[in-house]
Every structure is written in structure tokens, then in C-alpha cells.
T-cell receptor, first 112, second 113 residues
Framework: KQEVTQIPAALSVPEGENLVLNCSFTDSAIYNLQWFRQDPGKGLTSLLL?????REQTSGRLNASLDKSSGRSTLYIAASQPGDSATYLC???????????FGDGTTLTVKP | DTGVSQDPRHKITKRGQNVTFRCDPISEHNRLYWYRQTLGQGPEFLTYFQNEAQLEKSRLLSDRFSAERPKGSFSTLEIQRTEQGDSAMYLCASSLVVWETQYFGPGTRLLVL
């Protein structure tokens, strides 16, 4: 059974700082690893998707990496802004079941 | 491409009542997923469809839950005899194929009194 863990659960940083969010998973038989952003009371917004054959993906100030052998993914946010404040979730899509398993997220606060 | 839509956005019901939620996926997306999310937790898988076929159903789903996707278009999730423990955000997502990006709707927030 896939288990996904995100550390830390909460993170507070001053504006402008670079930061890394961590995601670990126990079953490496995945199609992909997807990172989402969720604002309070809202649905999820897709940020980056890394296919199992890829090592990283970049979009603007965001860079996500994937290491299947160690069961880890990281989301790097450069030059953080107050508008980046949200909960960030990762999800692993398993090949044997076709379903996604989510972590419980990291709640990020960027202070002006 | 109008995105994934869900209706209603909010639902308050009394314990024991039945409720039905609707999800309209992005046009031509073959995969449709339902998740449940409670405060402070990540979304929890409930079920998914490949076109009109329901391929997987979580063991967390009791017999009170049923989902359909007639004709492989919109989907409905019904909860019968609601309980207070059913209070949560119900999220729907769709993707073109299994390995592609899942796009989420805004969710339906259910409160069972």
C-alpha cells in the first residue's frame, strides 16, 4: 500500500527566501508524481507533474525533482512571495491501481 | 476548455438524508476521479472511472456510497443515509489519460447536522 509523507507540516519564511518542500513515498511503481497548490476552502491547482522516467520539471520559480530509487520528490520555490502562501500537496499515481495517493500537505506562510 | 465543474458547491443536510453531487469533467477527458478531503488532511481516493466504467473503488467507501458516469460524460456521487462522519469536501478531478495531469474542480462541501 502506497504511503506518502510530507515534511514539514508547516513552514513560515520571510519574503524573498528560497525554500524546499519534501515529499516521500513508499512504493516506487508510479506513473508520475504531481505537485498541487490548495488555497483555503478551494480545490487543487496543478503546479508540476513529473513522469516516472523524468528527473525534474520547471515552471517559472518552481522546480520539482523526482528520485524514484529513494522514494523522494522535492519542490523548490525560488524568491518566495506572500502570494505563494498556501498548502502544497504531492500525489503519487500508482501503476498497479491507477489511483493517486496524497500526502497531507505542507502549509506555507510567506511573510512580507 | 472550461475546467472541471462541481455542483452544488455547498450542501447542508440532516443526518439520514440522501445527497447527490455532480461533476462535469473537462471535455474529452477519459478519466474521472472522486476524492474526499477533511480538514488538515490530503485528499483521500474514493473511486475512479475510465469512460463509463468504474475501475476501482476504495474500501473506505461503504455501501451507502455509489457513483455513476453514464455515457462517460458527467458523473454523480450519491451518499445514502448520511452520517455526521460524512461531513467533508468532496473533490472531483479528470485527466485525459491515466498518466497525465489531474485537473480538479472547486469541490462540494458537505455538512451533515
Amino acid at each position: 500500500k502506497q504511503e506518502v509523507t510530507q515534511i514539514p507540516a508547516a513552514l513560515s519564511v520571510p519574503e524573498g527566501e528560497n525554500l524546499v518542500l519534501n515529499c516521500s513515498f513508499t512504493d516506487s511503481a508510479i506513473y508520475n508524481l504531481q505537485w498541487f497548490r490548495q488555497d483555503p476552502g478551494k480545490g487543487l491547482t496543478s503546479l508540476l507533474l513529473i513522469q516516472s522516467s523524468q528527473r525534474e520539471q520547471t515552471s517559472g520559480r518552481l522546480n520539482a525533482s523526482l528520485d524514484k530509487s529513494s522514494g523522494r520528490s522535492t519542490l523548490y520555490i525560488a524568491a518566495s512571495q506572500p502570494g505563494d502562501s498556501a498548502t502544497y500537496l504531492c500525489a503519487a499515481l500508482n501503476t498497479n491501481s491507477g489511483k493517486s495517493t496524497f500526502g497531507d500537505g505542507t502549509t506555507l506562510t510567506v511573510k512580507p | 476548455d472550461t475546467g472541471v465543474s462541481q455542483d452544488p458547491r455547498h450542501k447542508i443536510t440532516k443526518r439520514g438524508q440522501n445527497v447527490t453531487f455532480r461533476c462535469d469533467p473537462i471535455s474529452e477527458h477519459n478519466r474521472l476521479y472522486w476524492y474526499r478531503q477533511t480538514l488538515g488532511q490530503g485528499p483521500e481516493f474514493l473511486t475512479y472511472f475510465q469512460n463509463e466504467a468504474q475501475l476501482e473503488k476504495s474500501r473506505l467507501l461503504s455501501d451507502r456510497f455509489s457513483a455513476e458516469r453514464p455515457k462517460g460524460s458527467f458523473s454523480t456521487l450519491e451518499i445514502q443515509r448520511t452520517e455526521q462522519g460524512d461531513s467533508a469536501m468532496y473533490l472531483c478531478a479528470s485527466s485525459l489519460v491515466v498518466w497525465e495531469t489531474q485537473y480538479f474542480g472547486p469541490g462540494t462541501r458537505l455538512l451533515v447536522l
